[in-house]
C-alpha cells in the first residue's frame, strides 16, 4: 500500500494564488495585444459636418475583431472571478491574524524538524556509501599492486 502524503491546505492555497498570478499575466497580455491592434489597425473617425460619427472608418478594425478581444478578456476575467473565490476567507480581526501566524510558525517548526531529521539520515547514508566505496576501491588497488596475494580459484 503506497504512502500517501496529504497535501496542507496552505499549499492548495498556493497553488490558487499563482494560478490567479497566471490569469493576471493572461488578462495583462491580452489588454496589451487587443491595444496594440486596435492602435496599429484604427482608421481615422468617420465625421459628418464637423461632428465625430459612431460608424468605425473603412478597413481596419471590424466589430468581429473587437468582439473576439471582449471575449477573451471576459473569459479571463471570469476564471480570476473563479480562482479567487475559491480562496479561503481570511480573519481581519489583529487576534485572528496573530492566531494564524502562530499556527504558521508552529507547522514551519513541525516541517523543519521533519527536514533536519531527513538530512540526518542522509548523510549518514552518504558517509557509509563513501566509506564501502573507499573500502572497495582500496582492496581493488591493493590486489593490483601485489598480484602475489592474489587468490586464485
Known sequence: RAHVRRIPRACAMADIVTQLQDSV??????????AGVLQRDARPASTTNGELGDG???GGVDEKQIAEFASA????SRKIDTLAS???????DLESQL???????????AVELEL???????DETLRRA??????????????LDDPGDATTA
Open 56 to 58: 468605425l472608418g473603412a
Open 116 to 122: 533536519v531529521a531527513e538530512l540526518r539520515v542522509a
Open 25 to 34: 499575466n493572461e488578462i495583462n497580455g491580452l489588454f496589451y495585444n487587443c
Open 73 to 76: 478578456v471576459v473569459s479571463s
Open 130 to 143: 563513501t566509506a564501502a566505496f573507499e573500502a572497495t576501491t582500496n582492496e581493488t588497488l591493493v590486489s
Open 86 to 92: 475559491a480562496l479561503p476567507e481570511i480573519e481581519l
Open 99 to 109: 492566531a494564524r501566524i502562530k499556527a504558521l510558525q508552529q507547522q514551519n517548526d
